[in-house]
C-alpha cells in the first residue's frame, strides 16, 4: 500500500553566505509516496540539485521541515540515515580495480563491521540486488570497462544492496542513448512497484517522464514547486504553462509537447491511419499545414485508401503524380508549389 514516506512542510533551501541568504526555492510542501516513482522537472539552475542535496541531508535546509518516516531529518545520526536513505549520483566516478559485484558490495557498507567484510546474508542481498536489476552478466566485470547504460545500472544495484526505503537518484538518465534512458526509466518504475520503494529522481527528459512517473514535481523560480499525476498536471492547464515557451506547445490530447511549426502554405489530405498521419507530420515540419479540413485546389491521398502504399499528389491542374515515399512526395510539392 502507498504510504506517504517524506514528508515536506515550508522548506527553504539554498545556500547561506557571508553576509546574505541565497535562497534557491521556498515554502515547498509535499509528500512523496513508497510504490511510485516521482520526477522533479525544471529549468537549468532552477534547484533541483539543490533540493536532492537537502532531502539527503547532504546539506542543511534553510527552515521548514523534512520527516522521513515519521522522524526529522536532523534527529537521524549518518549511520541511520545511510540505513534509510540511498542517493544514486551521475557524476561519472573514476573506480579502478574494481568489479562491479565489488562496488554494489559496498551498498552493504551500514551493516558491515569495520572492515566491511561481507556476510553471507549480505552476499545474498547483493546477489538479490543484481538479479532485480538484471545484470549477472555484468557482475564480473571491471567497473571502468563499463557504458554509461551498465555502469548506472550498477549503480542502482548498489542502492538496492543499502536496502533503503527512500532512493534518490540526480539525473539518472543524463548520459544515455534514448532506448538506455527509457530502459532506465522503466526499470526504476519496475522497481518502485516490486520493492514498494520511494523512488525520487531529477530529470530533463520531460517525455519519458510524463508517460513512465506516478508523480511530476514541477519546479519553477516563479510558482515553487507544483505536484500531481502527469495527467492531473495536463488537465489543470500546469504543463502547458511551466512550458510556454515560443515554438512548443502542449497537446492535451496525447499528454505530450510539440514543436509549433510556422506554416507557409496549407493542402487537404485525404485518408486515415498511420501514413496519413506521418504525412500530416512531414509536410507540417517543412511549413505546410496539411489535414483533412483544409480547402485547396492541390489534394493528397494518403495511401492507405487504395491499400497499394503509394501517395497521390493532386496537382490543381494536370496529371495525379503516383509516388512511393514521403520523401518523394516532399520533392514532388516543392516543383509545384
Ligand atoms: N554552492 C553553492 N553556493 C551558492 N549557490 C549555489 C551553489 N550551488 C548551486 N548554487 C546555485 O543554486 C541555484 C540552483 O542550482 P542547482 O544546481 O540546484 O540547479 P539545478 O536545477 O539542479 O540545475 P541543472 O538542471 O542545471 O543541474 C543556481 O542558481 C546555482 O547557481
Redesign the pocket.
Known sequence: MKQETIHIKNLCI??P?KGDV?V?ASDICAGINSGELTCLL??????????L?TLSAFQPRLSGEIRIEGKDISSYTDKQLSKVISVVLTEKCDIRNMSAVELIGLGRSPYTGFWGTLSKEDKAVVDHAIELVGISHLAHRMVHTLSDGERQKVMIAKALAQETPVIYLD?PTAFLDFPSKVEMMQLLHLLSRQTDKTIFL?T?DLELALQIADKIWL?DKVNGVTIGTPEDLSLDGSLSCFFARKGIAFDLETGLFRVNNEYTSQVRLIGHGQKYAMVRKALQRNGILANRNVESDVYIETGDLKGDGTFVLHPASGEAITVQTIDELLAEIVKIR
Open positions: 539554498g545556500y553566505g541565497k534557491v525544471g529549468a537549468n539552475g532552477v534547484g533541483k540539485s539543490t533540493l542535496r539525473e531529477s530533463h519546479m
